[in-house]
Every structure is written in C-alpha cells, then in structure tokens.
C-alpha cells in the first residue's frame, strides 16, 4: 500500500485514480473541478484543497494535466519564486508525469526533481479512455533506471504494457513518433478505404482482404473508421468517444516541433497534421480521429 497524491482527474486521469484504489493504494486527488472530485469521493477516494495539501505525506505524485505548461507551473511554479510542488516534497519521493507534452519541459522538471532528490519519471499513455477504465494502458516511461523500478509496480496497477525508454523525455519522444505513425495509418487507411467505396467495393470485404494482405494495420484490424464495419469501434456510433481530433492535432504538433528541432524530415507526418487540421477547423475536433474518413468524402483527385 503506497500514499499516492494524485493531480489531474480528467477522462483519462479520473480512471487511472480508480484503478489505483482498486489495486489498495490510498490516493488523495486534486483537481480544479468539483464533479470531479466528488465523483473520486464517491468511489473512496480522498479529496484535497490543493495540489500541496494532496502531497502531503505522499510517497508517490502522479500527474496527468494537458499541456507542458501546466506541469511544468505544477511543478517548477513561478520562475521568480521558485515556488513548485517539487519543492515541497520529501528526498526519495517519486513522481509520474503522464501528461503528453515536450519533451524539453520533461527534461526540465526531471532535472530540477534530481536536484532535490527527487525521482522523477515522464510516463504518457497510449490506449485511450477505454484503457484507462480497463486498467489496461501502455506507459511509455522516462527517467534513470532506478526511478523506472520504483514506478513500474505503480504503473502496473494503472496499464499492461510498461515501456522503458530511455532518460528523462524519451517517453514523450517515443510517443510522439507512436502518434506520428498512428496519424498517417488511419489517414492513408481512411483514404484507401473510401476510394475501394467509390469504386463499388464493400468496405468490410475490403477491410477483410486487406486486413489478410500486405496492407495490414491496426487501423483496419481493431479500429476501422468506416461506420457499421466493425462493431464497438467510434465510427460506428458517430464517432463519439475514443481519441479526439483535437487530441491529435496536438500530438502532431508536438511531434512536428520535434522534429523541427532534431531537422528530422517527417514529408508524412507533416501530411497528416494538415489532413487533421483541416479536418478539425470543418467543425470536427471533438469527434474520434478515425472521423477522418469523412474528411475524403468531399475530397477528390
């Protein structure tokens, strides 16, 4: 049993806390909004004021906030002042960003926990709310070694698949790439999709010979995006729920300031954040990226 502080109870963040109590943690939660809290409560979570008082007596501080901002003023504080949570924890605590944000704020806040003695790893997520809620999500994890065995039992309770990736912010490069690739998937798959469409083709027999072919991908095999082919998928209720285009269109461009930096030529990656940010200034950003096949419905060569 482990005093986690947990900060951040969105759609994703609010499930992780859960699980985290069924798995026997004691968990104090902070968050800016009230329902939420009090449906932690409801559930036998504790409540706190603040994200100070939820760290109180904490061995472990999980964060899931949705920008580097936001951690790195959770965290770091006022730049002036010096004023973050890591300055109010104890020497050998851990903390377990698993916001998706830059990897340089990662970097930051991980080499100013060290400082004090703190442990410190970046963890973001892949598999979505449905994960979240089944405990089943992969932790793609930054930070030294030792911080990494300190927090794999925690993530465990939260996740399936837990991923070593190297030091502090190689959990959100590894993700970015992840979200890169999983962007040009579902457009290209979208795109072959609907052509097979407008030429006659039914799109689950083609959808079952591509899923059988060289064409094969996890678009087509568990996320299809051509609604009534594939039952429990977004695309076929209205593409309501799963992963946002909204949610995309921020990964991509985090991956695309990356790979600026790094002077990684990305010719796909930079196609696909234009296909979803198109898609998403039509009116569509809170609708599952797989939503993208709509966006070819207009489009032709």
Partial sequence: MTNIAFIGLGNMGGPMA????????????????????DEFVNIGGVAARSAANAVENAQVVISMLPAGKHVAGLY????????????LLAKGCLVIDSSTIDAQTSRSVGLC???LGIKFVDAPVSGGTA???????????GGEVEAFALAEPILNAMGKNIFHAG???????????????????????????????????DAKVLSDIMVKSSGR????????????????????NDYQGGFMVDLMNKDLGLALAAAQASDSA?????????????????GHGRLDFSSIYQHYSSKKV
Avoid at 25 to 37: G, I, P, S
Avoid at 168 to 189: D, F, I, Y
Wanted: negative net charge.
């Fill in 76 to 87: 770091l504080g006022n730049e002036q002042e010096k004023n973050g949570l890591l300055t």
């Fill in 113 to 115: 926990a060290n400082d």
């Fill in 167 to 201: 030091p502090a912010g190689a959990g959100q490069v590894a993700k970015m790439c992840n979200n890169m690739l999983l962007s040009v998937l579902m457009a290209g798959t979208s795109e072959a999709l609907r052509m097979g469409v407008e030429n006659g083709l």
């Fill in 131 to 141: 994960g979240a809620k089944a405990g089943t999500l992969s932790f793609i994890v």
């Fill in 266 to 282: 990305v010719p796909m990656g930079q196609k696909a954040a234009e296909l979803f940010k198109d898609h998403g200034a039509e």
């Fill in 217 to 236: 991908n996890w678009a087509l095999e568990i996320y299809n995006p051509v609604p009534g082919v594939m039952d429990g998928t977004p695309a076929s």
């Fill in 18 to 37: 859960a699980n985290l109590l069924k798995a026997g943690h004691n968990v104090v939660a902070f968050d800016l909004v009230k329902t939420a809290l």
